[in-house]
């Protein structure tokens, strides 16, 4: 099984910034370095349902990763929240992931944070990565 070292700073802010996109699903990037998430971003859902599904505007994602290679960071990968339901990936994410990025999900609920679980495609499924401090 894979891991995923996220930094307790970077898990914080995971936490917080999907939080206060409830009831809405919240997304952006996982930054760092050899397979250590040390940033968080958030960006902008451009999705048309946004409590249901998220999506990156193009030029908004160009945009960051040009921030990020700037500040000598790598995207990892994709994390977003999923509003009053569990940290597993629907079939809209694994219709949209691409191989070889980790996929954060925050379940989140008017009580908090629910759950925070990574998962990466193996084929044409997810398996779930350990996350790690």
Known sequence: MS???IDA???ERLAALALAGYP???CGLLLGAANRVSEVWLL???AADRRQHFQFDALE???AERRAD???LRVLGVWHSHPDAAPEPSAMD???AWPGWSYVIVGTSTDGVT???SWRLAGADFVEEVIQS
Do not use: P
């Open 3 to 5: 891991t995923l070292a």
């Open 70 to 72: 700037s500040a000598g």
């Open 44 to 46: 902008r859902n451009a």
């Open 94 to 96: 694994r219709q949209e």
């Open 61 to 63: 994602y160009m945009q």
């Open 9 to 11: 700073a970077a898990k």
């Open 24 to 26: 809405e699903e919240a």
């Open 115 to 117: 759950g925070i679980r």
